[in-house]
């Protein structure tokens, strides 16, 4: 394929998710900022792609525009895992990972798109000969920080069929709210975005193991820090995740060995060909992914499909908040804790034209 052009389209669109708007991200988080990518080719061809944006949409888009976009149009490209590493290698001198992968993994992921509506088939079929054709959700809770909320929100996405949830919990009192509010039979984890100490992780790791939880996420600072990772895992006994800030499988190289599960983001990590490249290591050494899903944009579209596609990605990350327009109101949202794969050409997505409109960013 030779790409003729390259849109940028910049969104904000504002949620909600009954929390107090802060402990996730850096800053309180009200809108989903998104670097969307329409690249065409030469015959005509669109293919859709993002590359992680919050709070840092600019900086994403800037990385595009001036770094990654003039190496792309008018390029002729046929082995797209192989153009990509072409990109990171004649980009490593911006720093290998961050805000330059994250538009990396846009291209990437608008290329798979094209690569699969120019064969006529779904993406997941692309990458598969059989792939599933709807893959199981888990319900990804945000931070409340109090046991009565905790309570109220698990209860209801159990009412509504997903059998593992995950919490954003920190403080234990929250985490046990979560846990006997599921009741038996409903798989509870927690994300602790890196909240805890060493200290405090050896202490909340004894506790973890006693509710019994799936898994442990991001427990401590550094999350790169594979052997120490590893090592709360093996002293503790509890499954450790770990992923989704990690990029390429160079880094996924030194924490699959470590943990049970890891968590490729399609929009941060190098976009579908690091994912799939990940997906395939982790597979070898005989472990489970647990994709981070990059919320609603294409980059939430591309991971429905490689999980569909990968046997060994387990369950899909569906994020609970409600934003208040979808980019492509025909999104594969969970129901009964499951996602049908879209089985149209390409990775799926088609924006709304109207939405593009009301939310756009100047
Ligand atoms: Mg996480």
């Not at 094209?114 to 054709?133: C, E, F, H, M, T």
């Not at 046990?176 to 039979?185: F, I, K, L, R, T």
């Not at 597979?283 to 046997?311: C, D, I, L, N």
């Not at 009964?336 to 799926?348: A, N, Q, S």
Request: glycine fraction near 8%; charged fraction near 20%.
């Amino acid at each position: 394929m030779k790409i003729r052009t390259a849109e940028i389209i910049r969104l904000s669109i504002p949620f909600t998710d009954g929390s107090s708007g802060v402990g996730l991200m850096p800053q309180q988080w009200t809108h989903l900022d998104v670097a969307l990518l329409k690249l065409t080719t030469e015959d005509g061809v669109v293919g859709w792609g993002d590359g992680f944006a919050y709070h840092c949409a600019g900086a994403t888009i800037a990385a595009l525009q001036d770094m990654v976009l003039p190496h792309v149009v008018g390029a002729e490209i046929d082995d797209i895992p192989a153009f990509n590493h072409l990109l990171q290698k004649r980009l490593h001198l911006h720093g290998r990972y961050g805000i330059t992968i994250f538009a990396i993994s846009a291209v990437d992921t608008a290329l798979w798109d094209i690569a699969a509506k120019q064969q006529g088939v779904s993406l997941a079929r692309l990458l598969s000969d059989s792939p599933r054709p709807s893959v199981p959700a888990y319900a990804s809770l945000v931070r409340y920080g109090n046991p009565e909320q905790v309570a109220a929100f698990t209860a209801d996405v159990v009412a509504r069929g997903y059998q593992t949830v995950k919490l954003h919990e920190i403080a234990l009192d929250c985490i046990q709210a979560g846990v006997e509010a599921a009741g038996s039979g409903v798989r509870v984890t927690t994300d602790v975005n890196c909240n805890w100490s060493l200290d405090e992780a050896h202490r909340m790791m004894p506790e973890m193991k006693r509710l019994g939880l799936y898994w442990v996420e991001e427990p401590v600072f550094p999350p790169d820090d594979a052997a120490t990772l590893g090592a709360l895992q093996a002293r503790h006994g509890v499954s450790i995740a770990s992923g989704e800030n990690a990029c390429t499988l160079t880094e996924f190289r030194r924490t699959i060995p470590m943990i049970d599960f890891v968590q490729p983001s399609v929009t941060k990590v190098g976009g579908v060909s690091e994912a799939v490249a990940i997906c395939d290591a982790a597979a070898e050494a005989g472990k489970r992914v647990m994709p981070h899903s990059p919320y609603f944009g294409p980059g939430y579209w591309a991971t429905v499909q490689v999980t569909a596609a990968k046997p060994n990605a387990e369950l899909f990350e569906f994020f609970w908040i409600q934003p208040e327009a979808f980019i492509d109101p025909t999104i594969p949202t969970p129901v009964d804790g499951r996602i049908t794969v879209p089985d149209r050409p390409g990775i799926g997505f088609e924006p709304d034209p109207d939405v593009l409109a009301k939310y756009r960013v100047a």
